[in-house]
């Protein structure tokens, strides 16, 4: 046994990540789309070839069952019986190749000029549908990781080097990777659709002009990027003898990395960046094994973060304080209305709120509770990605940081108002340290930098012993008032903490209204607009991105320390980058730039005042809530790529317009006369 | 006369391209200077590298006497060197006078916590209200610049420039696209600038504009000064006919 031995069968991983790294590039090239679904689409055609092959020879059962990712339709059809390994394998890519076809032409081709936000809502929103789609068929068909037969189509064996015994299948896997990759080269260099891809991507108009059509280029790159990511996770699944919707799909963040090593151009860096992060985590994993780590380092996750973190330092170095005069302007977020009367509207929903906290009936107080604290989590999106423009995903990650600090320092005797108060600090603190290198990325590549961090944390914090299935602190108490939430009996979510969730989320509202409103505001939106011209005008760009992170990381992190006192354990699931995503792309569906977007968030979140109204937590009525939300993201954003808000109050100046066309303003005539 | 701004061997290089080799520039207090050359010539460059938008640019620049080469962009702006852009590039999100406020006001530590508690967005600035003033756009001022005409966005760009109180506004260009009558009312802007306490360095192809409003011209070429003086000197000088001002102007 040695770290060389572990590296080299970290081979394995590494090529997957590479041949997904691979995709995201093919991807990014036709469509200037950052496909966070790539690695659920390889995930769902891993399952489709397991599902076809998942019959005994022995018994009456057949197999050939093809899982379908379809809500409403049936779990599975009968496709053929007993399918061969190279038939079913067939039919997985086939079906891989005909997803990304698909999601080419229905949503990312007509999305390609659209904002950047609307491209990363998209993405997510497939990403979404496709993993919790397929979590609830793992449930109903039964085929989790044990009851499938996860069959290797590698080679069996060890080739011994030196010492070392490293399985044959890394050396396949990893030359396969690397022969794609020389392959992609030469036909990008050498061939009239490579160098038609390339022209396409820089100049869509004057490709079409000299008679190359961008739409079958960018179908072709889709379904190559498809086809390899189906391939690749249906061999890394027989090899490492495991699948999980979600873990198999967020084998995507690994790939952004490498992808981003790489600059999103070109297969060689990005195929080297992908194989060397599978070799490291093989090695740290090695040391996480036999070397005696001193005890306050985490024992978990080590593998997964190390390499991010590396990443992370790489992109942030290469990066500049300020875009430079060539750099494209990216179309705007959407538009952000100044709040007007913020203290009225406040008192409404609290008086609202309380209202139903005192007459409404438990679950109501629960699902009322939970939709506050994701409506915390929205309003730190809407003030980083929203006022600010930085998309950042890392909301749930600094959510968690305050949860687990709040509850570790309440179980260890620091009294109510101060163990949160300093966990919320230490929170705040560590999103100005992640934003000191944030400030120098933007756009996609700081969307994926934050899932990075995000992931990071979660390995190392969150998945650490020392915190997993941590208790829920001891009962907050104030003046002699018990502000606790579950209480025994009949009535075992008690209001007092709904009162106290209420009147923090209305202080919260008020104060972003005023930032919103104030000379900081200002600055905010002059950063979002045009980072250089801010900087012309005097505005610290760095400085002024830093204290929206700031201020997003307070927010995020009283949410969080109002979840630890809200449930009965807490655990690093709790705070998974997926939930960050779906509370931002509910934002994006509520108005991304406005703080009604934050509420919408609140009341659309899972178990939250929709989840009530539908039927409550208990009902079967969720289990497709997700998907459902995920396909309702995807629809949305291309159908109103500026958001839903922005859509409907476009739609109503197009029907004032043309009801008065007589009477037209000075403004539409001047913005004519402008474009 | 006080040296205003003083750029010595100033140099910004792309891989073997030199963009801007070894200028050597003075604008005095009081004084509007021109800078102009053909396209291509280094100009926009030369502005970028003085307001530190190139951070690899070579070379010593100070204004009024204190060195500001190791300043970030938005410091030389607070410490009075304020620039316009060619594309104009308002902040599109703000209203005319809030892009105004925002170029005026420079934020204190605690900034975000008054904020926070009381917004003050009420608070008069002599400096945004002498800028709407000097420009004329007061009619202006609660519209967003996608309801602004081009000519209009031009002026309101000097105006945001002029709103930070600065000692030497650089104005890449401010005269493009606009018409005779506006052109006009920015030569004459430009003009009274030198009383307010404002320098100006001036880049634009309108040489109406430029041999009337400057007190000197600097005249750049493939990156290099090619010649330097007054108007009727420039107007006169073989270099810069077969350079830039061609045949057309003999």
């Not at chain 1, 699931?573 to 991304?592: D, E, K, R, S, T």
């Not at chain 1, 790529?641 to 005539?669: C, E």
Request: net charge positive.
């Amino acid at each position: 046994m040695s770290y060389i031995e572990n590296a080299l069968s970290g081979l394995q991983g590494g090529a997957v990540i590479a041949a997904l790294a691979i995709g995201l590039v093919l991807t990014f090239r036709a469509s200037n789309v950052i496909n966070l679904a790539h690695g659920a689409i390889g995930m769902y055609s891993a399952y489709v070839y397991f599902g076809l092959r998942n019959f005994k020879l022995a018994s009456t059962e057949l197999g050939g069952d093809l899982v379908l990712p379809i809500i409403g339709a049936p779990s599975k059809v009968h496709l053929l019986d007993r399918p061969t390994a190279s038939s079913a394998f067939l039919v997985a890519i086939a079906i891989a190749i005909g997803l990304g076809a698909l999601l080419y032409g229905f949503v990312f081709r007509p999305l390609r000029s659209a904002p950047p936000l609307a491209r990363v809502v998209a993405s997510l929103g497939v990403f979404l549908y496709l993993q919790s789609v397929m979590n609830v068929r793992v449930k109903e068909i039964g085929a989790g990781a044990l009851s499938l037969q996860l069959e290797s189509l590698l080679p069996q064996g060890v080739v011994r080097i030196g010492s070392a015994k490293v399985p044959t299948a890394a050396f396949a896997l990893a030359g396969l990777v690397i022969a794609c990759a020389v392959a992609l080269g030469v036909l990008f260099r050498f061939t009239r659709f490579g160098l038609a891809t390339r022209a396409a991507a820089e100049q869509e108009r004057g490709a079409i002009l000299t008679g190359i059509s961008p739409n079958r280029l960018g179908v072709f790159n889709w379904m190559l990027a498809s086809g390899l990511a189906g391939v690749s996770v249906i061999l890394i699944t027989g090899v490492q003898q495991k699948i999980d919707p979600t873990e198999t799909s967020l084998l995507i963040v690994p790939a952004l990395a490498a992808a981003l090593l790489g600059r999103l151009d070109g297969f060689g860096l990005t195929t080297v960046a992908g194989l060397a992060i599978g070799m490291t985590q093989g090695a740290v994993s090695w040391f996480q094994l036999r070397a005696s780590l001193p005890s306050w380092m985490p024992n978990g996750g080590l593998a997964q973060a190390v390499p991010l973190i590396v990443i992370l330092a790489a992109i942030s170095l290469r990066g500049s304080s300020l875009p430079n005069r060539a750099a494209l302007l990216e179309r705007q977020l959407p538009e952000s209305p100044v709040p007007k009367h913020p203290v009225l509207w406040t008192s409404l929903l609290f008086v609202g709120a309380t209202v139903a906290l005192f007459t409404l009936d438990a679950q109501w107080r629960l699902a009322i509770v939970v939709s506050i604290i994701a409506g915390f989590i929205g309003l730190a999106s809407v003030v980083v990605t929203g006022y600010v423009g930085q998309i950042s995903l890392a909301q749930y990650a600094f959510a968690g940081l305050a949860a687990f600090g709040t509850a570790k320092l309440a179980i260890q005797g620091l009294p109510f108002p101060f163990a949160p108060i300093v966990a919320i600090a230490i929170t705040v603190f560590v999103g100005i340290l992640m934003g000191l290198p944030a400030v120098r990325v933007r756009g996609m590549t700081l969307a994926v930098a934050t899932i990075a961090a995000a992931v990071a944390i979660e390995q190392l914090v969150f998945a650490s012993s020392s915190l997993t299935g941590l208790e829920s602190p001891p009962r907050p108490r104030l003046f002699g008032i018990d502000l606790g939430f579950t209480a025994t009996g009949d009535n075992n979510f008690r209001a007092a903490f709904g009162m106290l969730a209420l009147v923090l989320l209305c202080a919260a509202i008020i104060v972003v209204a005023n930032l919103r409103r104030s000379a900081t505001g200002l600055r905010w939106l002059a950063v979002r607009g045009n980072e250089r011209a801010a900087a012309a005008a005097g505005i610290d760009v760095s400085r002024t991105k830093l204290s929206a992170f700031a201020v997003s990381a307070l927010l995020a992190g009283i949410g969080g320390s109002l979840l630890a006192y809200e449930s009965p354990s807490l655990s690093s699931q709790q705070f998974m980058v997926v939930g960050a995503l779906a509370v931002l792309a509910l934002c994006y569906l509520g108005g991304i730039a406005s703080i009604s977007g934050a509420l919408m968030a609140g009341v659309l979140a899972s178990g939250g005042v929709l989840t009530q109204l539908q039927g409550g937590n208990t009902g079967n009525a969720s289990s497709y809530q997700f998907a459902v939300s995920g396909l309702l993201l995807v629809v949305v954003a291309v159908l109103y790529p500026d958001g839903v808000i922005a859509g409907l109050r476009n739609a109503i100046t197009r029907w004032s317009k043309h009801a008065g066309k007589n009477t037209p303003t000075a403004g539409t005539q001047s913005t004519r006369v402008a474009s | 006369m006080t040296e205003l701004l003083t750029i010595r061997n100033l140099g910004v290089a792309y891989g073997g391209l030199l963009a801007v080799d070894d200028v050597e520039l003075v604008i005095h207090a009081n004084e509007v200077m021109g800078l102009i050359g053909p396209n291509g010539a280094g100009k926009t460059t030369t502005i970028d590298a003085i307001c530190g938008f190139i951070p690899h640019a070579v070379g010593t620049i100070a204004l009024g006497g204190q060195a500001i080469q190791q300043l970030a962009p938005h410091e030389r702006a607070r410490s009075g060197l304020v620039r316009t852009f060619q594309s104009v590039e308002l902040f599109d999100d703000l209203t005319v006078r809030e892009n105004l406020v925002v170029a005026a006001q420079a934020p204190r530590w605690y900034s975000l916590v008054f904020d926070a508690v009381r917004p003050n967005r009420a608070r008069s600035f002599t400096a945004v209200d002498r800028a709407i003033e000097l420009t004329e756009i007061a009619a202006l001022s609660t519209l967003r610049p996608n309801e602004l005409s081009h000519g209009q966005r031009r002026i309101v760009g000097v105006a945001r420039a002029l709103a930070a109180s600065p000692a030497l506004v650089l104005l890449d260009e401010p005269a493009a696209g606009l018409d005779p009558q506006e052109t006009e009312r920015l030569g004459a802007l430009i003009h009274r600038l030198p009383s307010e306490g404002i320098g100006v360095l001036l880049v634009d192809h309108d040489m109406a504009l430029v041999l009337e409003v400057c007190d000197r011209i600097t005249v750049l070429d493939f990156g290099r000064v090619i010649a330097s003086g007054t108007p009727d000197e420039i107007r006169s000088n073989d270099v810069v006919i077969a350079a830039y001002l061609g045949s057309s102007s003999e």
